[in-house]
Each structure stands twice: as C-alpha cells, then as structure tokens.
C-alpha cells in the first residue's frame, strides 16, 4: 500500500512492486487511503490485502500520513501491517520520534528513497519483523 501525492513516484513503487512479484495499491491521498480502510474493515473489499504501507507524511488535503497510520493501527483487519513513513522535509530527531510514535511506524525512510535492490531489503526485512511482532501479539491473546 502507498500513499504518496508525486505520481512520479508512486508510479515506480508500484512497478518496483510488480518487479517483486507483488500487486501494490496506490492513494494520492490521505482521504482516499482512509476510505479504502474502511472499506477493508467493513468487508467491502474483497481480494489480497498488502502487509505493508508506505506513507508519505506530508499529503494534500486534511488526512496527512500520520492519520492514515493510526487509522490502520486501529484497524480490525490491517491493524498489524508494516508501516514506513517517508517524507522529503527535513524533520528534527524529536519530530521523527514522535511521528513514529503517532503513526505506530515500523520504520523511517527519508527521501529520496533508497535504489530498488537496498529498497527492496529493507521493506522485505520490516515486514518479515513486523510478521514476528504479529504473532507474538496473537499468542498472547
């Protein structure tokens, strides 16, 4: 899942992606992501769900990618997906921190983005990691 408002770069995640062997989505901004998770949640969506959102923090509108991670941690169905947040603005430690922390983030990638095989390592890696967090979540419940 991506949500990033530069076409231009979307359009690459999106191939890189395919170049992986995976189907990606794309929402050009926060609005859209947030309806479309809701749309999950309420059993509208129906076909593969992504294991990882990669979200630009900074997007038109009045949803940034902040709330758009929140919004997937609250999710009943998406709620243990990898988040990447990325943004081209320099942030200071102290906001990097706490926009991890309100997104319920994974990780930070500034850009621009690593090249496709160190890009591809990382994400592969948050969600293999984020894939052990999960199911040690489920065995405590």
């Given at each position: 899942m991506v949500v990033e408002d530069e076409p231009d770069i979307y359009e690459v995640l999106l191939a890189m992606f395919e170049m992986w062997g995976i189907e990606g989505v794309a929402f050009v901004d926060?609005?859209?992501?947030?309806?479309?998770?809701?749309?999950?949640?309420s059993g509208r969506f129906q076909g593969e769900?992504?294991?990882?959102?990669l979200l630009d923090i900074r997007l038109?509108?009045?949803?940034?990618?902040?709330?758009?991670?929140?919004?997937?941690r609250r999710s009943r169905v998406?709620?243990?997906?990898?988040?990447?947040?990325?943004t081209a603005f320099k942030?200071?430690?102290?906001?990097?921190?706490?926009?991890?922390?309100?997104?319920?983030?994974?990780?930070?990638?500034p850009k621009p983005l690593p090249r496709f095989?160190?890009?591809?390592?990382?994400?592969?890696?948050?969600i293999a990691d984020r894939r052990v967090l999960a199911s040690r979540n489920n065995r405590r419940e």
């Amino acid at each position: 899942m991506v949500v990033e408002d530069e076409p231009d770069i979307y359009e690459v995640l999106l191939a890189m992606f395919e170049m992986w062997g995976i189907e990606g989505v794309a929402f050009v901004d926060g609005e859209e992501a947030i309806a479309w998770i809701d749309d999950v949640d309420s059993g509208r969506f129906q076909g593969e769900l992504p294991e990882l959102a990669l979200l630009d923090i900074r997007l038109p509108g009045s949803v940034d990618g902040l709330q758009v991670g929140e919004r997937l941690r609250r999710s009943r169905v998406l709620g243990q997906m990898a988040i990447v947040l990325t943004t081209a603005f320099k942030l200071t430690p102290e906001e990097q921190q706490q926009a991890m922390m309100k997104a319920g983030a994974d990780k930070w990638l500034p850009k621009p983005l690593p090249r496709f095989n160190e890009l591809q390592g990382i994400l592969e890696k948050v969600i293999a990691d984020r894939r052990v967090l999960a199911s040690r979540n489920n065995r405590r419940e």
